[in-house]
């Protein structure tokens, strides 16, 4: 998923190889449309010469798309690649090709649709030892180099720059926002004598992304996203991240909170003024069955607002009776709606195949000893009862979405 404009919308792209468009104020459906024959793998969106433009991918396609119009269809398709990430400015992406003989970046213009030039992958990790961890592509913060596989090439000139050394191949991290340390996993690497900094325990399996300001970094589990059952494996549900994401300070690299969703975390994204989070989780590994989340930064919750807060945890029987009663906790509800309709929506959904995850029921704040930003968090969220996963962000429908 991603934010649009002002974040007053949200593109999110389902299992079924749809892309849609959502009002995050009142959670109702403003456009759908069909982009892929298979699931929506990645997405961003940019500004790009006074247009707001989504790319999205799927397991061999890349398709750009006008952010107001996409139900007139895609502005142009790219063939045999995937994995696409927009440049900061916007005036190019980069693409990996979708050929598994042919491992090389693709850069595009993003006017012309024209290829630019070819990045070839001569790592020595061009054989990923797990061989489903796919590498990530990264932009420096001034769009002059890219990051791929550990290696980095300045996109001006021909040749690599550097090919770090890699100790695993989780393949997560990407260019710190301040442009001197490039984070490979869990090391950090300075990016002027690439010289080993410093090993982050805490970064260790995941894929990260930076706030607006560049001073907390945003970490989920590494997935395979090209395939959607291994990217719900339950051998991984033993991982921390498996059901949460994780806020780290990124001057000190010291652990901020842990925010637990006791379900399967598939992607994150935040809107560039650092108020919203959105994050897209697995609410039944069965079906497929998963939901589009907003949480807001700096929110205090309803239930502390008029309490100390060295009292604000709850004792194990109100943990329980707030499990068997979802509106003691809920904030206003979205307009439109009851306080009946919530409470019938709560049964609904495949919250019961998440089971292996009720240990962190005993944390009433869902965050460990404080909040995102010093606040609270605003949840929009909703379980559908969809048979498949046209019903994946059902989260976002306006006859079941509530405030929590």
Known sequence: MTFLGDASRV????????????????????DTQACHQHH?????????????????SSLNE??????????????????????AKFSHSGALFAALSADSSQ??????DVQTYNLDRRLPDNSIHSGSGRGHIQPLIHFSPDDKMLLWNGVLW???????????????????????????EVILNSEV??????????????????????????????????RNLDDVSSAINARRVRHPLFPAFR????????????????????????EPNDSLIGVVAMDDHDELFSSARLFEVGRKRINDDDSDPEDAGETDDEDDDNDDSDDDLLAPVLEGETDSDISSSTDEGGDDEIASSDENDDDPEFIDEGDLEGGGLLEIM????????????????SEDGWLE
């Open 40 to 56: 929506v793998s990645m997405m961003e969106s940019t500004y790009s010469s006074g247009n707001e433009l989504i790319l999205t």
């Open 247 to 270: 806020t780290i300070d990124a001057v000190t690299y010291s652990d901020i909170a842990t925010v637990q969703l006791d379900r399967c975390v598939l992607d994150l994204t935040m």
């Open 154 to 180: 300045d996109i001006r000139v021909q040749n690599a720059i550097h090919q770090f050394d890699q100790f695993t191949d989780y393949c997560g991290g990407g260019f710190h926002p301040a442009g001197n």
């Open 189 to 222: 690497w300075d990016l002027r004598k690439f010289k080993l900094l410093r090993s982050v325990p805490s970064l260790d399996q995941t894929v990260i992304k930076f706030n607006g300001t560049g001073d907390v970094i945003y970490a989920i589990l590494r």
């Open 103 to 108: 491992r090389d970046v693709q850069l595009y």
């Open 62 to 83: 890349v398709k750009i798309w006008d952010a107001f119009s996409i139900s007139g269809g895609a502005l142009h398709t790219f063939e045999s690649c995937k994995a």
């Open 382 to 397: 909703g379980d559908g009862d969809g048979d498949d996963e046209s019903d994946m962000v059902g989260s976002f429908s």
């Open 11 to 30: 593109a999110a792209g389902n299992h079924t190889g749809e892309l849609r468009i959502f009002d995050c104020n009142t959670a109702d459906l403003l």
